[in-house]
């Protein structure tokens, strides 16, 4: 090696160090700010992070009043069946007693109605029979009076040939003063079987009336 060679050597490690120097610093401080920035940055997340803690979370939302209602379930959805249909049964039970009632009223009616008719036929009926037995009295009466007014011997003459019913009517409407002469003119055996009929019919009268 050449000894010109040898001097430049330390010239020339030389300049290369003050160059390497030179980039180190220029590389320390490019790389100050970055680091420097580094914990801000990191500094700054952590505010945000602290502030967001720090924040007290929004209330949950109420749960809304106008809410519907909460699903039925199975059971509660068999109970409303049964009573569901134990209502259907009590109203149909309901109705039936009230057609029935209506029914049982509206026969009531005419039950009172067809008792009232049978009652007014009843009175007409009755008056009918007592304006029958006032004119029948009435003719009987004409016999009668034509009888009592007769002498005893020709009445009785006149009774021994009467039917029994008819002699039985005009007997038991005559005075006792009047009719016992002309009993004793009649033939004993019409006469006694006269007295027998009259007592019988007259006991007779007696009980319905009494009745």
Do not use: C
Not at 39 to 57: I, K, L, N, Q
């Amino acid at each position: 090696m050449k000894l010109g060679t040898i001097r430049l050597l330390p010239v020339t490690i030389f300049t290369l160090s003050s160059l390497l120097a030179v980039k180190s610093a220029e590389l320390v401080r490019a790389a100050v700010p970055t680091l420097d920035a580094a914990p801000s940055a990191a500094a700054g997340a952590h505010a945000t992070t602290a502030s967001s803690s720090e924040t007290p979370p929004e209330p949950s939302a109420q749960p809304s009043q106008d809410a519907g209602p909460p699903p039925v379930t199975d059971a509660e959805r068999v109970v409303l069946l049964e009573l569901r249909q134990r209502r259907q049964e009590l109203d149909a039970r309901d109705a039936a007693l009230t057609v029935r009632e209506s029914m049982l009223i509206a026969a009531e009616h005419k039950l009172t109605a067809r008792v009232a008719e049978l009652q007014a036929l009843q009175k007409k009926l009755e008056a009918l029979e007592t304006v029958r037995k006032e004119r029948e009295d009435a003719s009987w009466q004409g016999l009668v009076r034509l009888y009592e007014a007769m002498k005893p011997r020709d009445a009785a003459a006149i009774f021994n040939d009467l039917d029994m019913p008819v002699l039985l009517q005009v007997v038991d409407r005559m005075k006792e003063a009047k009719a016992a002469p002309v009993l004793a003119a009649m033939q004993p055996d019409k006469a006694r079987d006269l007295t027998a009929k009259l007592a019988q019919m007259r006991t007779q009268r007696d009980g319905q009336t009494g009745s």
